[in-house]
C-alpha cells in the first residue's frame, strides 16, 4: 500500500535574517512572519505527511493561536508528525520539495539542507529532493515579500516480518 501527500506553505517576509527553512538558519537579511519559527519548508512537508494518511492539517494539532506554539521550532512539529506516520505503519518512500523565493539563492545551502532533512526523516538523501526557483519576479513572491513551499511525498506501507 502506497499513499501519496501534497503539502503547500506561504509565509511574508520581512526584513532581517536569517531565514529558516528545513531548520537550517540560512544567512539573508529577511526572515517569515510567523508564530512559530516560520519555517515553512518543514511546515509544507509535515503538511504533505498528514495528507498522505488522511489526518487533517498541521493546523489541527499545532493551532498558530496559542501560547503553547509560539516561537515553536518547527522541527519538534515534524517529527511528532513523523510519529504519528510510524504510528500508522507507515515509512517515507520520497518526498520531493520546491521552494519558490526571490532571494536569497539556496544554492549555496543545498547540500545541508537535503543531508539534515533526509537525517529528520530517517531516510537517505537519494530519497530527498529539494529544489528552489524565483518566481521571476512576478507577484508578491517575486517582489521578495514572501516565500512559498510545496512538498510532495510518497509513503510506503511498513510490513513486519
Ligand atoms: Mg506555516
Excluded at 531548520?23 to 510567523?34: E, F, K, Q, R, S
Excluded at 518543514?42 to 493551532?63: E, M, N, T, V
Excluded at 510519529?83 to 539563492?105: F, K, S
Aim: proline residues 3%.
Amino acid at each position: 500500500m502506497m499513499r501519496i501527500g501534497y503539502g503547500e506553505d506561504i509565509h511574508r517576509l520581512e526584513s532581517g535574517g536569517p531565514l529558516r527553512l528545513f531548520g537550517i538558519d540560512i544567512p539573508a537579511n529577511v526572515h517569515t512572519l510567523a508564530h512559530s519559527d516560520g519555517d515553512c519548508a518543514y511546515h509544507a512537508i509535515a503538511d504533505a505527511i498528514l495528507g498522505a494518511l488522511s489526518l487533517r492539517d498541521i493546523g489541527y494539532y499545532f493551532p498558530d493561536n496559542e501560547e503553547e506554539t509560539a516561537g515553536m521550532d518547527s522541527e519538534i512539529i515534524l517529527r511528532k508528525v513523523l510519529e504519528m506516520m510510524e504510528e500508522e505503519g507507515y515509512m517515507i518512500n520520497n518526498i520531493d520539495v520546491l521552494v519558490t523565493l526571490e532571494r536569497p539563492r539556496l544554492s549555496p545551502y543545498m547540500d545541508e539542507c537535503i543531508n539534515h532533512l533526509a537525517e529528520v526523516l530517517g531516510i537517505t538523501t537519494s530519497r530527498v529532493a529539494i529544489k528552489a526557483m524565483t518566481n521571476e519576479g512576478l507577484g508578491a513572491i517575486g517582489e521578495g515579500l514572501a516565500i512559498r513551499v510545496v512538498a510532495n511525498v510518497l509513503l510506503e506501507e511498513v510490513f513486519d516480518e
